[in-house]
């Protein structure tokens, strides 16, 4: 009877709860048979659901984002044909997934437009993206495989790209060496040229949006944000400021409507830097104080992080980010050609995991929408790549400028700037001006202290001689 009692009480403990809750899903869901189930409950000795759920994992029935989600209660882990395996992150346009074909078991990520955003300019811009995407084959370009709609959630599946981006390579590996940052960014440089070709201008090139396999290939993701270069009219985005501010270039922000090829070239020298310093070249501040020092501000010398470095690759950065646009490199695939000595000369290829990511995942998009989210209830997305896993609010990585052109303070073009010299030292975001009246100051208390030094020194040498 005390042992019925007890029995009584544990079915309805929490405990006891949410392994049947667990149970129930994993049948439901299709994932787990009743005798997979069995087996697991006795190779664990009759173990929580915990336990359960790391035999499963274990014996690769499940997928530890799979099992988190079942344990939750939540069973529709598909979206079309298309079996979502794991979480990969937060990109431009919504969260992505990856995800396996049912029937050809290819691995895939998938995008998902946020039922809370599905706005009409949000759907136009998804569509769009996929109409983009879909017309884009180059090795150096992620790849759209599919689309789709699974009730009311829109879809857009590319490829799966295994490894790391190049802001975490970065962040978890401090500044590359010349000859890896030259051989990631000219891969870019040459999906970027190819892109140009079709009319497409990407609007978003970041370190986050450069993907790096294990084997050194790299990728140029998340081209959602591009638009027609020759059809910016009928573009929902035209007029706004898009992108990010830690890598826009100055016309991006002065005249969003006529931004060309020239500007994916600033951002893509913005990431060189950032790759090679380990650092963006306007780092603090917030984001319209790094739209003003864009169009008017100097960077440090690079040499300043990287002593290293060449005269001549800095004059590279320095000639991808002129401030004037014509004046820059006039072509991505000139970019990617000064770039390919240094390339060449990288011996072994790059290959650096993702590591484990130590919160939650969220679950996969429900089909029926919620009530609308009160306006500035939800983060604001920073622009990370749609492959990354990390989201960070980095003051180095700045956030997503995507508002009314007018929104942003419009500056007078300011003079063509250049790296400082090697042997200035100036002070984070010092302008040239701001080294000289230092200088100036300086030598102002200087020169009288050395004058009246000498005439002390004077009297005494006139005293000694008489």
């Known amino acids: 009877m005390a042992q019925r009692s007890t029995s009584s009480r544990d079915s309805k403990s929490p405990a006891a709860k949410a392994h049947s809750t667990f149970h129930a899903a994993a049948l439901r869901s299709g994932l787990v048979t009743a005798e997979q189930w069995t087996e697991a409950v006795e190779e664990t000795r009759h173990g929580s659901d915990e336990a359960i759920g790391r035999w499963l994992v ?11 989600q079942l344990r939750g209660g939540r069973t529709k882990l598909n979206l079309g044909p298309y079996l979502i ?15 396996v074909h049912n029937v050809m078991g290819r691995q895939c990520a998938v995008k998902v437009l946020p039922l809370e955003k599905a706005t009409e300019e949000a759907r136009e811009s998804f569509l769009r993206e996929i109409r983009l995407q879909a017309g884009l084959d180059c090795q150096y ?46 891969q870019a440089a040459l999906g970027l040229a190819y892109a140009h070709e079709q009319g497409l201008i990407h609007r978003d090139v970041k370190p986050g949006n450069i993907l790096v396999r294990p084997d050194g290939v790299a990728k140029v993701s998340d081209v959602g944000l591009a638009a027609w270069a020759t059809a910016l009219g009928d573009d929902p985005r035209a007029g706004k400021i898009v992108g990010t501010a830690d890598f826009l270039s100055p016309e991006q922000i002065r005249s969003p409507r006529e931004v060309g ?32 020092r864009h169009c008017e501000d100097t960077p ?18 320095a000639d991808m980010m002129d401030k004037d646009p014509a004046r820059r490199i006039g072509s991505a695939a000139e970019v990617a050609e000064r770039l390919e000595p240094w390339a060449a000369s990288l011996s072994e290829p790059i290959a650096r995991p993702l590591t484990p990511r130590a919160w939650t995942a969220p679950p996969p998009p429900a089909e029926d929408a919620g009530p609308p989210l009160p306006q500035g209830s939800s983060a604001a997305l920073d622009g990370d790549s749609s492959h990354d896993t990390e989201r960070s609010q980095s003051s180095d990585q700045g956030t997503i400028v995507d508002g009314p052109a007018h929104a942003m303070p419009m500056w007078d073009a300011a003079p063509t700037e250049t790296f400082y010299p090697p042997n200035w030292s ?15 100051v300086s030598l102002s208390v200087a020169i009288p202290l050395a004058l009246l030094a000498g005439a002390v020194l004077g009297f005494f040498i006139r005293d000694f001689i008489e």
């Open 85 to 99: 395996t794991d979480w990969i992150g937060q990109g431009g346009m919504g969260q992505v997934f990856k995800a």
């Open 58 to 68: 274990r014996s690769g029935t499940l997928t530890p984002y799979q099992c988190a």
């Open 141 to 186: 370009l992620v790849r759209a495989f599919d689309a789709g709609r699974d009730g009311n959630v829109h879809f857009l599946v590319t490829e799966y790209v295994p490894g790391t981006d190049l802001r975490r390579l970065v962040r978890s590996r401090g500044m590359l060496p010349v000859e890896e940052a030259a051989a990631i960014v000219m």
């Open 426 to 440: 100036s002070a984070p975001g010092l302008s040239g001006r701001s080294v000289w009246t230092r200088v100036a």
């Open 300 to 317: 440090w010398h690079p040499r300043k992080f990287a002593p290293e470095t060449s005269e001549e690759f800095v004059e590279l950065i």
């Open 261 to 292: 090829p020239a500007s994916d070239i600033y951002s893509l020298g913005c990431t060189l830097y950032y790759t090679i310093c380990g650092k963006v070249p306007y780092p603090g501040g917030d984001v319209a104080s790094k739209c003003r």
